[in-house]
């Protein structure tokens, strides 16, 4: 097909890599209306994005005569979130700007920083990286942004999640005036349209994606169990679908540890990805599923960006995703390019109610079922069996030759049985799962209480996830001010301004009179403010709902604590106190807040 609308040597790469029509998002920018000017572009994940801003790119970096420009330095800059992102977006570009002669130079971490900046003074055209290894080449002199014509803020959203607002300022604070900029996200939270305003000028907004925000081509799922079964669910999944290719999501690495070893002990050809693995164990993991020689990937949220799996047909999130957005992003690395996927979330029967919150918020419909029996197993195995035993197969003399000898020892029927015996043996076995009844739910409500904290009283304390507070650094902070161990707090539940957490009613007394006291030792200014509730979390939160307030926004007025950037609350950073270590932080030498771990 003749691309005419857009520069021969890009149709050209286009035809060849087998386009015979563009994108809604690749459409939209190139219209007359966006040629020049800055683009805010909000797409569907897998519309083709990447194309997109390459071809959006392509007046600010071609001659007249269809070949690249050759400054001394770098003509764009795309900054992507991840490693496996900014890879994928140097590969797509490279084949798009083959023709024209432009060179790529990636910079990400875990490659070698050496040969990066050898990249970059050999006369780099469009350079992509993650933000903090393109901010440490600016810092060192290697990376040159005074002739950028055009820069692109790839997954802007989840960028500024990771925690990587300052290296993103410092970028492009140190780009030119008369740059063009383009802002590709998923999502549009305050902090993009913060980042767009301060930015970019007369930006034009650009929104794909339809008033159904779930991917059109992937069917959604919730199962729910017992919270003691969901490893048990999971496999069960797996032999049910047996899908060519599946994904599935934890929330840490040492989760991810631990469902890779028990899938691969029982029989699955697992690999894992996660931020605790280098870059090369990270590319050895995805070759292995393009080979076929793994069709199972436990990974953390690091793998919902920037992974293209033509044969991933299955996605299950292990862990409830912790907002709608997140569930969009994982879910969409299957259902891509018109094909059609399966996403699955394992919910724990006290969670339903969450879950069914988030997918009304996401605007998503998914069937509820139950986790699939060894029955529906069996079921399955048997259609699989028989079409895959039915098909025809090119034979050679010698296997002729050992079936006559088999038919002379053995019945049809013998042999057959056999087969099937030797198919069923290579697949791992199914689990029992508990009947999904009244009383299984009750009893996995009744298992979640630790033994000392069936009586328990609630307290708050005034930050929430608005001031990215988590459990991993509230629960020094109350063991410090209430002077307890941990083993001590129950249930810590984290809303938008406060968070509440349990407290065993034997100790609830003693707990306030030290929470008093050490209130005292603190600034006045400093002070998180930490009392008894009257009322549990969720009552708060549907009391708000029926008076129109946001949740936590109840009971008597109480300071939130103010909070610095790039640092935490003050209160934690003093002597004796625990480190932030949220989304933003994580413990270093030295007390330096380090990158987020994923």
Known sequence: MSFSHIPPVLGEALSQRGYSELTAVQSAVIEPEAEGRDLVVSAQTGSGKTVAFGLAMAAQLLGDDGRVRRPAAPQAL?????????????????????????????????????????????????????????????????????????????????????GFREELEEILDGTPEGRRTLLFSATMPRPIEALARRYQRDALRISTKGDD??????????????????????????????????????????????????????????????????????????????????????????????????????????????????????????????????????????????????????????????????????????????????????????????????LAERSPQEIAAMLVRAHRASMPEPEELATNTPEARQKAQAERHRPGFEDTVWFRMAVGRRNNAEPRWILPLICRRGHITRNEIGAIRVGPNETHFQIPRTLADRFADAVQRTAQDEDENDVIHIEASAEPPRDVARRNRREGRSDNAGGPHVRAKPFHRGKGPREDRKGGGGKPVGRKFANKPGGKPGKPKR
């Open 213 to 406: 925000r779930g991917h059109g081509d992937i069917a959604y799922q919730a199962v729910t169990v017992a919270p003691s079964e969901i490893e048990h669910a999971v496999v069960n999944l797996l032999r049910f679908h047996e899908a060519e290719t599946a994904i599935l999501f934890c929330a840490t690495r040492d989760n991810v540890r631990h469902l890779h070893a028990t899938l691969q002990e029982r029989g699955f050809a697992v690999v894992a990805l996660s931020g605790e693995h280098s870059q090369s164990e990270r590319n050895q993991a995805l070759q292995a599923l393009r080979d076929r020689r793994a069709r199972v990937c436990v990974a953390t949220d690091v793998a919902a960006r920037g992974i293209d799996l033509p044969s991933l047909s299955l996605v299950v999130h292990v862990e409830i995703p912790r907002d709608a957005e997140t569930l969009q992003h994982r879910s969409g690395r299957t259902g891509r390019a018109g094909k059609k996927g399966t996403a699955v979330l394992v919910v724990p029967y006290p969670r339903r109610r969450r879950v069914e919150s988030m997918l009304r918020h996401a605007k998503v419909e998914a069937e509820w079922i139950d986790a699939p029996s060894r029955e529906a197993i069996r079921a399955q195995d048997r259609e699989r069996m028989l079409a895959q035993l039915l098909a025809p197969v090119e034979v050679e003399d010698s296997d002729v030759e050992l079936a006559e000898r088999l």
């Open 78 to 162: 795309v900054i992507a979130p991840t490693r496996e992102l900014a890879l994928q977006v140097s590969k797509e570009l490279g084949w798009l700007y083959a023709g024209a002669g432009a060179r790529i130079a990636t910079c990400v971490g875990g490659m070698n920083p050496s040969q990066e900046r050898r990249a970059l003074q050999s006369g780099a055209t469009i350079v992509v990286g993650t933000p903090g290894r393109l901010r440490d080449h600016l810092e060192r002199g290697a990376l040159d942004l005074s002739q950028l014509s055009a820069i692109v803020l790839d997954e802007a959203d989840e960028m500024l999640d990771m």
